[in-house]
């Protein structure tokens, strides 16, 4: 895995939708899979549900919305024993009616919460289960609590 195929900044790919007489294609033609050993979809029982803060040290994601809404963190951790409350996270709003991927490089903490009772969420790791397993950090859900919704 080289900096060049991954990027040390978390992005956002983003993607569209095509739409005609027989139905509609959501795509991110952006992102290629280079890297990616695994996946997995993640529901949660109801909106509103935190899972959080999940961190690696080399393990990147992409995750995608597929179907629902959901908000997605990402910060980088500055001390692994006991990382700033003060860091900034990148706060991204998914929604599967809007494709698009974000990646999430090593040395970052992940976690979202869903916004819909439908939601799932398709991660694309870099690591197997092994690696991930020995390159596996938990934090607070709150530490960073980017969870409240706007009223607008």
């Known amino acids: 895995m080289t900096q060049e195929s991954h990027p040390e900044e978390v992005r956002l790919i983003e993607g569209g939708i095509a739409v005609d007489d027989r139905g509609a294609v959501r795509f991110a033609n952006g992102f290629?899979?280079?890297?990616?050993?695994?996946?997995?979809?993640?529901?949660?029982?109801?909106?509103?549900?935190?899972?959080?803060?999940?961190?690696?040290?080399?393990?990147a994601k992409y995750a995608t919305v597929l179907q629902g809404a959901a908000i997605i963190g990402a910060v980088k951790i500055d001390n692994w024993d006991n990382p700033s409350r003060e860091s900034k996270v990148h706060r991204y709003i998914l929604s599967g009616s809007n494709p698009s991927v974000l990646y999430i490089p090593g040395g970052y903490a992940n976690g979202f919460m869903s916004l819909t009772d439908d939601a799932i969420i398709m991660f694309f790791s870099?690591?197997?289960?092994?690696?991930?397993?020995?390159?596996?950090?938990?934090?607070?859900?709150?530490?960073?609590?980017?969870?409240?919704?706007v009223p607008r």
């Open 126 to 149: 870099t690591a197997t289960v092994e690696e991930s397993r020995n390159d596996d950090i938990r934090y607070d859900a709150y530490h960073w609590n980017i969870w409240d919704v």
């Open 32 to 59: 290629d899979f280079q890297g990616v050993k695994r996946f997995y979809a993640v529901t949660n029982h109801h909106a509103g549900m935190i899972r959080a803060w999940h961190a690696h040290r080399r393990e």
